[in-house]
Nanobody
Framework: VQLQASGGGLVQSGGSLRLSCLAS????????IRWFRQAPGKEREGVAC???????EYADPVKGRFIMSRDNARDTVSLQMNSLKPEDTAVYYC????????????????????WGQGTQVTVSS
């Protein structure tokens, strides 16, 4: 399985961006996909997740602003990011879990087997 993230860029505070993650080599709908982000000097944190049964979860800092979705026919997941804030600035990664576990549900990075290369999101104030 290979994941390719795209869609990052520079945007002003309050703006929007849409990230995409294309999966190749496997059927995307069989797995849990999570977006993580990592800001300079900070630990990688989970942002949003979509599970096997299409259930979505969001981290508190992005609830109400980010929307995760997927298109199984195109093996693509997306993250629509609205009302962006400077604190959203980070490298964003999509990651795939090959089985469901409590660690996957908690968003522990080590539970995710495959990672995209990351895409930079910069929000200016």
């Amino acid at each position: 399985v290979q994941l390719q993230a795209s869609g990052g860029g520079l945007v002003q505070s309050g703006g929007s961006l849409r990230l995409s993650c294309l999966a190749s080599g496997s059927a995307l709908d069989l797995y849990a996909i999570r977006w993580f982000r990592q800001a300079p000097g900070k630990e990688r944190e989970g942002v949003a997740c979509i599970s096997f049964d299409h259930h979505t979860e969001y981290a508190d800092p992005v609830k109400g602003r980010f929307i995760m979705s997927r298109d199984n026919a195109r093996d693509t997941v997306s993250l629509q990011m609205n009302s962006l804030k400077p604190e959203d600035t980070a490298v964003y990664y999509c990651a795939l879990a090959t089985s469901w576990s409590s660690a996957v549900q908690r968003g522990e990075p080590t539970a995710y087997s495959y990672w995209g290369q990351g895409t930079q999101v910069t929000v200016s104030s």
